[in-house]
């Protein structure tokens, strides 16, 4: 049998300041009438409006669905794709975070293909005929959504954050201006930024990595490390948002043909059960989950720790793997990452709720991917150790070894 790689990303990736001026041709070349999927947050920023007025001067008309008001659920993909077919729409754009644009990719799939969106969570449907064409325009440097072909949907009756992934969930066209960035708040800015670089960071680590998406990986944490903190610290500074969202980008590519590992397997029950929106979910677990893994990855993860150190080529590998988790710790620590007690999880209905969020993080399959494979007991101790977890000291160094 021939061993191989499979790489896939977007036809289009249209990105530059002001890139948003395109929606209107690329929507153009696709259909006549576009569902556009948002927030109101993107309401009251006049963002709809503007990709209204844009359409329209290509002689695009559109449909508004506001209904993204958190992370993304089957029922906003239900009454999205209501909405869509109710009205004769045949394209879909997606116009927000990872939760308007993971609504998207269900409906464009759905749309097409029919059925139920937990119907496709591994696999067990496959969509074989096309999506509805998708174009995907990020608003937040952070999930890298627009260049993935996986989308994260909560089952809200069983409260299961369902990982889907296959081709069918890519968009046709990414469109990434770090303009539309530039009004996310210092929490939003902190929590997709951590989002973004833990996505590069597994990408490289998991052992699905491949030489491709080490490229992009190690591009995006190039990217990220020097520009996060001052994204957020001056979010008017236009070279740090840009930075940013090509480094989201990137990371989203290596991770959508890499797979994530532990740390999303995670974060996955936390937002799922804790309603924990998933860049936060990840940033609180990151620290926790490299020391865990750091013994069966060193030299990778002595890479990304080179890195941090500006390239530092004189670190050796033990030095500067441990000092990749010391750097992780002290970016969530500037970026005001809290930890889920500080979130205010109960913690009480959080031991409750251990061996479910461990059981469906090992269902997720992503915990096969890390360079150390937990199992149930270990999961858990790690979500204990994260519940009241201090960012700034060095507690956890030979806890969990």
Same mark, same amino acid.
């Given at each position: 049998?021939?061993?191989?790689?499979?790489?896939?990303?977007?036809?289009?990736?249209?990105?530059?300041?002001?890139?948003?001026?395109?929606?209107?041709?690329?929507?153009?070349?696709?259909?006549?009438?576009?569902?556009?999927?948002?927030?109101?947050?993107?309401?009251?920023?006049?963002?709809?409006?503007?990709?209204?007025?844009?359409?329209?001067?290509?002689?695009?008309?559109?449909?508004?669905?506001?209904?993204?008001?958190?992370?993304?659920?089957?029922?906003?993909?239900?009454?999205?794709?209501?909405?869509?077919?109710?009205?004769?729409?045949?394209?879909?754009?997606?116009?927000?975070?990872?939760?308007?644009?993971?609504?998207?990719?269900?409906?464009?799939?759905?749309?097409?293909?029919?059925?139920?969106?937990?119907?496709?969570?591994?696999?067990?449907?496959?969509?074989?005929?096309?999506?509805? /064409?998708?174009? +995907? !325009?990020?608003?937040?440097?952070?999930?890298? *959504?627009?260049?993935?072909? &996986? $989308?994260?949907? =909560?089952? %809200?009756?069983?409260?299961?954050?369902?990982?889907?992934?296959?081709?069918?969930?890519? /968009?046709?066209? +990414? !469109?990434?201006?770090?303009?539309?960035?530039? *009004?996310?708040?210092?929490? &939003? $800015?902190?929590? =997709?930024? %951590?989002?973004?670089?833990?996505?590069?960071?597994?990408?490289?680590?998991?052992?699905?990595?491949?030489?491709?998406?080490?490229?992009?990986?190690?591009?995006?944490?190039?990217?990220?490390?020097?520009?996060?903190?001052?994204?957020?610290?001056?979010?008017?500074?236009?070279?740090?948002?840009?930075?940013?969202?090509?480094?989201?980008?990137?990371?989203?590519?290596?991770?959508?043909?890499?797979?994530?590992?532990?740390?999303?397997?995670?974060?996955?029950?936390?937002?799922?059960?804790?309603?924990?929106?998933?860049?936060?979910?990840?940033?609180?677990?990151?620290?926790?989950?490299?020391?865990?893994?750091?013994?069966?990855?060193?030299?990778?993860?002595?890479?990304?720790?080179?890195?941090?150190?500006?390239?530092?080529?004189?670190?050796?590998?033990?030095?500067?793997?441990?000092?990749?988790?010391?750097?992780?710790?002290?970016?969530?620590?500037?970026?005001?990452?809290?930890?889920?007690?500080?979130?205010?999880?109960?913690?009480?209905?959080?031991?409750?709720?251990?061996?479910?969020?461990?059981?469906?993080?090992?269902?997720?399959?992503?915990?096969?991917?890390?360079?150390?494979?937990?199992?149930?007991?270990?999961?858990?101790?790690?979500?204990?150790?994260?519940?009241?977890?201090?960012?700034?000291?060095?507690?956890?160094?030979?806890?969990?070894?």
């Amino acid at each position: 049998m021939i061993n191989y790689e499979v790489f896939r990303t977007p036809q289009v990736i249209v990105y530059a300041k002001g890139a948003f001026e395109r929606v209107g041709v690329e929507t153009a070349l696709r259909g006549k009438k576009a569902l556009i999927v948002s927030d109101s947050i993107m309401q009251s920023l006049g963002n709809i409006d503007k990709c209204v007025e844009i359409l329209s001067q290509e002689n695009v008309q559109s449909e508004v669905y506001t209904g993204v008001v958190s992370e993304p659920t089957d029922r906003y993909v239900a009454e999205a794709l209501a909405l869509f077919t109710g009205s004769g729409c045949d394209t879909i754009i997606s116009l927000g975070g990872g939760s308007c644009i993971d609504t998207a990719k269900a409906v464009a799939v759905l749309a097409s293909n029919g059925g139920y969106i937990s119907d496709y969570m591994g696999a067990k449907k496959l969509a074989a005929t096309s999506p509805i /064409p998708h174009i +995907a !325009i990020p608003t937040t440097a952070g999930t890298g *959504s627009e260049a993935t072909d &996986v $989308t994260i949907i =909560t089952n %809200v009756a069983d409260d299961v954050k369902m990982m889907i992934k296959q081709p069918a969930f890519m /968009p046709a066209v +990414a !469109i990434v201006d770090p303009v539309l960035s530039m *009004s996310s708040p210092k929490k &939003v $800015t902190a929590a =997709t930024g %951590v989002d973004a670089l833990s996505h590069a960071v597994e990408a490289y680590l998991s052992k699905k990595a491949h030489p491709m998406t080490d490229v992009l990986a190690l591009a995006a944490i190039r990217l990220i490390v020097p520009n996060l903190r001052q994204a957020f610290d001056n979010p008017e500074d236009v070279a740090a948002r840009e930075a940013m969202s090509t480094g989201s980008m990137y990371a989203g590519m290596a991770f959508s043909n890499a797979s994530v590992c532990l740390v999303h397997g995670m974060s996955r029950p936390i937002g799922a059960l804790f309603h924990v929106p998933h860049g936060i979910s990840n940033a609180m677990l990151l620290p926790a989950v490299l020391e865990f893994s750091k013994e069966s990855c060193l030299e990778r993860l002595a890479d990304i720790g080179r890195l941090f150190a500006g390239n530092e080529e004189t670190l050796l590998m033990q030095e500067a793997a441990e000092f990749a988790v010391e750097q992780v710790k002290k970016l969530c620590l500037d970026l005001e990452i809290p930890n889920l007690e500080s979130w205010g999880i109960d913690q009480t209905e959080f031991e409750k709720a251990l061996p479910k969020m461990a059981a469906d993080a090992l269902i997720s399959g992503s915990p096969n991917n890390n360079p150390r494979v937990p199992d149930q007991q270990e999961i858990e101790a790690l979500y204990r150790l994260c519940y009241n977890y201090q960012f700034a000291s060095d507690e956890m160094s030979g806890k969990l070894s």
